[in-house]
């Protein structure tokens, strides 16, 4: 039975996540990622959204060195946005979310809007008719209601990528941290890079709050860092969020 979703209001900030059902991955090659990204930007408006398939737009991708080339920047248009999109992470399986909600039934409009838009081009894409849902449930969602609950939160998931080369690394902390470090400045599917000042997505995300609760960019990569190098000192952080955790 899927859990009742909170009471979202305007202004609160909200921790949304959702997974591939039976754990299936939802994301199966680089175009899956970029297209939930733009999914990301372009259903985060009032206005009803037709997604195209953008040939023009991969034909020039094909054209260019560096796909992100194409994609790190949208086109700049007038827009009523549904949610801040502060913070997002994509993983093989699953995806994380924290949103705030700016009008009435934001969140929920712009969830419905993400999985319809993406649901369908997965399903396009990969021949999946008539092969039951993508994701396990409808999307999961926890109210942060502390700025140290929000701390953690993000750092929770802006680390969550290290699990894809060090599985246990929550259980024993990584083996080598330098290495994960290193791993989570290449990993792009996140809004990690562009939250400690390197440009990955920026037009997805509203950064200026978490620049304020961690005073500045090089302050959250000093929380990251720090919750990998000192994750056993940390641990009862961990314990304050296990609820917000997928698994």
């Known amino acids: 039975m899927a859990s009742k979703q909170p009471q979202f209001v305007n202004s609160e900030i909200y921790h949304t996540f959702n997974r591939g059902v039976e754990k299936r991955n939802i994301f199966q090659g680089v175009v899956d990622y970029f297209r939930f990204i733009f999914c990301l930007y372009e259903c985060n408006d009032k206005d009803f959204v037709i997604m195209r398939d953008r040939i023009g737009e991969r034909k020039e991708r094909k054209r260019r060195k560096s796909i992100g ?54 399903n396009r894409k990969h021949n999946r008719r008539g092969m039951g849902s993508l994701f396990q449930d409808s999307f999961k969602a926890v109210h942060i209601k502390t700025t140290d609950q929000l701390i953690n939160l993000i750092c929770y998931i802006f680390t969550n990528p290290i699990e894809i080369i060090e599985k246990s690394w929550k259980i024993k ?75």
């Not at 086109?75 to 924290?98: G, S």
């Open 173 to 247: 902390g990584a083996g080598n941290p330098q290495r994960v470090i290193k791993y989570l400045e290449s990993y792009r599917w996140f809004s990690y890079l562009d939250c400690i000042g390197k440009s990955n997505f920026p037009s997805v995300t509203d950064r200026e709050f978490l620049f304020k609760i961690f005073d500045g960019p090089d302050n959250i990569k000093k929380f990251v860092e720090s919750w990998i190098l000192y994750k056993a000192e940390l641990s009862k952080g961990v314990n304050k969020i296990n609820d917000l955790i997928l698994e």
């Open 69 to 122: 080339d194409t994609y790190g920047n949208f086109p700049n248009k007038k827009r009523e946005p549904l949610v801040e999109i502060l913070v997002f992470c994509l993983m093989p399986n699953h995806y994380h979310l924290v949103l705030r909600q700016l009008t009435d039934n934001g969140i929920s409009l712009f969830m419905k809007k993400l999985g319809d838009s993406y649901v369908g081009y997965f």
